[in-house]
Protein backbone atom coordinates (compact mmCIF):
# COMPACT_ATOMS: atom_id res chain seq x y z
CA UNK A 1 0.00 0.00 0.00
CA UNK A 2 1.06 3.55 -0.37
CA UNK A 3 1.67 5.16 2.39
CA UNK A 4 1.69 9.23 2.78
CA UNK A 5 3.10 10.29 6.44
CA UNK A 6 3.61 13.03 8.36
CA UNK A 7 5.88 13.83 10.48
CA UNK A 8 3.84 15.54 13.47
CA UNK A 9 0.12 14.33 14.29
CA UNK A 10 0.26 17.24 16.78
CA UNK A 11 1.99 20.83 16.83
CA UNK A 12 1.90 24.22 18.67
CA UNK A 13 4.06 27.02 18.27
CA UNK A 14 4.57 30.37 18.91
CA UNK A 15 3.06 33.32 16.56
CA UNK A 16 6.31 34.38 14.14
CA UNK A 17 7.84 30.82 14.96
CA UNK A 18 9.21 29.45 11.42
CA UNK A 19 7.24 26.03 11.55
CA UNK A 20 8.22 23.37 9.11
CA UNK A 21 5.34 20.40 8.23
CA UNK A 22 7.10 17.53 6.74
CA UNK A 23 5.73 14.77 4.08
CA UNK A 24 6.88 11.83 3.00
CA UNK A 25 5.33 9.15 0.46
CA UNK A 26 6.61 5.84 0.09
CA UNK A 27 5.65 5.06 -3.78
CA UNK A 28 7.43 6.80 -6.04
CA UNK A 29 4.92 9.28 -6.94
CA UNK A 30 5.01 12.04 -9.18
CA UNK A 31 2.39 14.64 -7.73
CA UNK A 32 2.50 15.78 -3.94
CA UNK A 33 0.13 18.48 -2.34
CA UNK A 34 -0.34 20.33 0.55
CA UNK A 35 -3.79 20.98 1.71
CA UNK A 36 -5.21 22.54 4.92
CA UNK A 37 -8.92 21.98 5.97
CA UNK A 38 -10.87 24.40 8.12
CA UNK A 39 -14.91 23.50 9.40
CA UNK A 40 -17.36 24.62 6.56
CA UNK A 41 -14.60 25.49 4.23
CA UNK A 42 -13.29 22.08 3.09
CA UNK A 43 -10.06 21.32 1.92
CA UNK A 44 -8.21 24.34 0.21
CA UNK A 45 -5.44 23.81 -1.77
CA UNK A 46 -1.64 25.41 -0.83
CA UNK A 47 0.57 24.59 -2.75
CA UNK A 48 1.28 21.48 -4.97
CA UNK A 49 4.44 19.71 -6.62
CA UNK A 50 4.58 18.07 -9.97
CA UNK A 51 8.18 17.31 -10.15
CA UNK A 52 11.56 17.35 -7.82
CA UNK A 53 12.57 21.46 -7.37
CA UNK A 54 9.13 22.67 -9.15
CA UNK A 55 6.25 24.20 -7.45
CA UNK A 56 3.35 25.81 -7.94
CA UNK A 57 1.06 28.34 -5.90
CA UNK A 58 -2.32 26.66 -5.26
CA UNK A 59 -5.63 28.58 -3.99
CA UNK A 60 -4.50 29.98 -1.07
CA UNK A 61 -0.61 30.34 -0.90
CA UNK A 62 0.04 33.27 1.12
CA UNK A 63 2.25 33.07 4.07
CA UNK A 64 3.19 29.41 3.02
CA UNK A 65 6.38 27.77 1.18
CA UNK A 66 7.55 24.50 -0.02
CA UNK A 67 10.25 22.95 -0.71
CA UNK A 68 11.20 19.61 -2.65
CA UNK A 69 14.39 18.14 -3.07
CA UNK A 70 13.65 14.46 -3.10
CA UNK A 71 11.21 13.18 -4.86
CA UNK A 72 9.64 11.65 -1.81
CA UNK A 73 9.80 14.59 0.57
CA UNK A 74 7.25 17.66 0.32
CA UNK A 75 8.28 20.12 3.12
CA UNK A 76 5.62 22.99 3.95
CA UNK A 77 6.99 26.50 5.77
CA UNK A 78 5.08 28.65 7.60
CA UNK A 79 8.31 31.40 7.29
CA UNK A 80 6.41 33.37 10.02
CA UNK A 81 3.27 31.42 12.06
CA UNK A 82 0.29 33.33 12.44
CA UNK A 83 -3.20 32.47 14.61
CA UNK A 84 -4.96 32.53 11.73
CA UNK A 85 -2.75 29.41 10.20
CA UNK A 86 -4.08 27.05 13.16
CA UNK A 87 -5.62 24.48 11.02
CA UNK A 88 -5.15 20.75 10.21
CA UNK A 89 -2.86 20.62 7.09
CA UNK A 90 -3.41 17.57 4.71
CA UNK A 91 -0.44 16.51 2.77
CA UNK A 92 -1.37 13.85 -0.76
CA UNK A 93 0.19 12.08 -2.90
CA UNK A 94 -1.02 10.91 -6.62
CA UNK A 95 0.75 9.18 -9.62
CA UNK A 96 -0.61 11.20 -12.34
CA UNK A 97 -3.68 13.30 -12.78
CA UNK A 98 -6.03 10.85 -13.62
CA UNK A 99 -4.95 8.49 -10.75
CA UNK A 100 -7.69 6.05 -10.13
CA UNK A 101 -7.63 7.04 -6.40
CA UNK A 102 -7.34 10.09 -6.99
CA UNK A 103 -4.87 10.95 -3.96
CA UNK A 104 -3.69 9.43 -1.22
CA UNK A 105 -3.38 10.93 2.03
CA UNK A 106 -1.68 11.64 5.15
CA UNK A 107 -3.04 11.35 8.57
CA UNK A 108 -2.48 15.09 9.05
CA UNK A 109 -1.38 17.39 11.20
CA UNK A 110 -3.17 19.48 13.39
CA UNK A 111 -1.03 22.84 14.20
CA UNK A 112 -2.08 25.47 17.02
CA UNK A 113 -0.32 28.55 16.45
CA UNK A 114 -0.57 30.51 20.22
CA UNK B 1 -14.04 27.48 -12.42
CA UNK B 2 -14.66 24.29 -11.23
CA UNK B 3 -16.82 24.46 -8.09
CA UNK B 4 -17.89 21.50 -5.49
CA UNK B 5 -20.83 21.88 -3.33
CA UNK B 6 -22.01 19.84 -0.33
CA UNK B 7 -24.94 22.13 1.15
CA UNK B 8 -25.27 19.76 3.69
CA UNK B 9 -23.41 20.70 7.00
CA UNK B 10 -23.97 18.06 9.07
CA UNK B 11 -26.29 15.02 9.10
CA UNK B 12 -27.79 13.18 12.03
CA UNK B 13 -29.59 9.73 12.11
CA UNK B 14 -30.49 6.91 14.29
CA UNK B 15 -28.50 3.44 13.43
CA UNK B 16 -29.66 1.56 10.60
CA UNK B 17 -31.62 4.45 9.33
CA UNK B 18 -30.75 5.56 5.28
CA UNK B 19 -28.62 8.76 5.02
CA UNK B 20 -28.09 10.55 1.29
CA UNK B 21 -25.33 13.25 1.29
CA UNK B 22 -25.68 15.31 -1.68
CA UNK B 23 -22.68 16.54 -3.86
CA UNK B 24 -23.06 19.27 -6.96
CA UNK B 25 -20.75 20.30 -9.25
CA UNK B 26 -19.78 23.08 -11.90
CA UNK B 27 -17.13 22.57 -14.48
CA UNK B 28 -16.94 23.96 -18.27
CA UNK B 29 -15.13 20.70 -19.07
CA UNK B 30 -16.56 17.34 -20.87
CA UNK B 31 -13.89 15.01 -19.54
CA UNK B 32 -13.96 14.79 -15.46
CA UNK B 33 -13.61 12.62 -12.89
CA UNK B 34 -15.83 12.71 -9.45
CA UNK B 35 -14.70 11.22 -6.23
CA UNK B 36 -15.98 10.67 -3.00
CA UNK B 37 -13.95 10.28 0.63
CA UNK B 38 -14.13 9.70 3.90
CA UNK B 39 -12.78 11.31 6.92
CA UNK B 40 -13.15 8.88 9.68
CA UNK B 41 -11.70 10.56 12.98
CA UNK B 42 -8.28 9.37 12.67
CA UNK B 43 -8.18 12.48 9.90
CA UNK B 44 -7.02 10.22 7.40
CA UNK B 45 -9.06 10.42 3.64
CA UNK B 46 -10.13 7.36 2.76
CA UNK B 47 -11.25 7.08 -1.02
CA UNK B 48 -14.66 5.30 -1.65
CA UNK B 49 -15.41 5.90 -5.65
CA UNK B 50 -14.58 7.60 -8.30
CA UNK B 51 -16.23 7.98 -11.89
CA UNK B 52 -15.65 9.59 -14.53
CA UNK B 53 -17.88 12.02 -16.39
CA UNK B 54 -18.93 9.00 -19.68
CA UNK B 55 -19.92 6.73 -17.17
CA UNK B 56 -23.37 7.56 -15.67
CA UNK B 57 -23.83 4.46 -14.87
CA UNK B 58 -24.88 4.09 -10.77
CA UNK B 59 -22.85 1.84 -8.69
CA UNK B 60 -23.43 0.02 -5.71
CA UNK B 61 -21.06 -0.97 -3.40
CA UNK B 62 -22.62 -3.19 -0.40
CA UNK B 63 -24.09 -0.54 1.91
CA UNK B 64 -23.06 1.98 -0.54
CA UNK B 65 -24.95 3.47 -3.44
CA UNK B 66 -23.98 6.78 -5.98
CA UNK B 67 -25.88 8.22 -8.34
CA UNK B 68 -24.65 10.12 -11.18
CA UNK B 69 -26.29 12.61 -12.76
CA UNK B 70 -24.93 14.46 -15.52
CA UNK B 71 -28.28 16.46 -16.35
CA UNK B 72 -28.01 18.00 -13.21
CA UNK B 73 -24.63 18.09 -12.26
CA UNK B 74 -25.09 16.05 -9.91
CA UNK B 75 -23.12 13.04 -7.85
CA UNK B 76 -25.29 11.73 -4.90
CA UNK B 77 -23.74 9.47 -2.33
CA UNK B 78 -26.49 6.79 -0.31
CA UNK B 79 -25.48 4.57 2.72
CA UNK B 80 -28.39 2.13 3.60
CA UNK B 81 -29.24 0.91 6.97
CA UNK B 82 -26.47 3.07 8.41
CA UNK B 83 -24.18 2.24 11.10
CA UNK B 84 -22.18 3.63 14.50
CA UNK B 85 -19.13 3.03 12.21
CA UNK B 86 -20.01 5.47 9.30
CA UNK B 87 -19.98 8.34 11.42
CA UNK B 88 -17.13 10.21 9.51
CA UNK B 89 -17.06 13.51 7.64
CA UNK B 90 -17.45 12.85 3.88
CA UNK B 91 -16.21 15.18 1.00
CA UNK B 92 -17.03 14.71 -2.48
CA UNK B 93 -13.92 16.47 -4.92
CA UNK B 94 -13.77 17.07 -8.45
CA UNK B 95 -11.04 16.57 -11.10
CA UNK B 96 -11.88 17.92 -14.51
CA UNK B 97 -9.49 17.85 -17.74
CA UNK B 98 -8.22 21.59 -17.86
CA UNK B 99 -9.59 23.44 -15.28
CA UNK B 100 -7.13 22.34 -13.17
CA UNK B 101 -5.71 18.97 -14.24
CA UNK B 102 -4.14 16.48 -11.39
CA UNK B 103 -5.58 19.07 -8.66
CA UNK B 104 -8.97 18.11 -6.89
CA UNK B 105 -11.50 20.31 -5.92
CA UNK B 106 -13.06 19.18 -2.85
CA UNK B 107 -16.64 20.25 -1.51
CA UNK B 108 -16.81 21.43 2.03
CA UNK B 109 -17.53 17.88 3.29
CA UNK B 110 -20.51 16.82 4.81
CA UNK B 111 -20.45 15.39 8.81
CA UNK B 112 -22.58 12.29 9.22
CA UNK B 113 -23.28 11.52 12.91
CA UNK B 114 -24.87 7.65 13.54
CA UNK B 115 -26.37 7.52 16.81
CA UNK B 116 -26.79 4.00 18.61
Known amino acids: DVKVTQSSRYLVKRTGEKVFLECVQD?????MFWYRQDPGLGLRLIYF???????EKGDIPEGYSVSREKKERFSLILESASTNQTSMYLC?????????????FGSGTRLTVV | AQKVTQAQTEISVVEKEDVTLDCVYE???????LFWYKQPPSGELVFLIR??????QNEISGRYSWNFQKSTSSFNFTITASQVVDSAVYFC?????????????FGAGTQVVVTP
Open chain 2, 27 to 33: TRDTTYY
Open chain 1, 27 to 31: MDHEN
Open chain 1, 92 to 104: ASSINPTDYYGYT
Open chain 1, 49 to 55: SYDVKMK
Open chain 2, 93 to 105: ALNSNTDSWGKLQ
Open chain 2, 51 to 56: RNSFDE
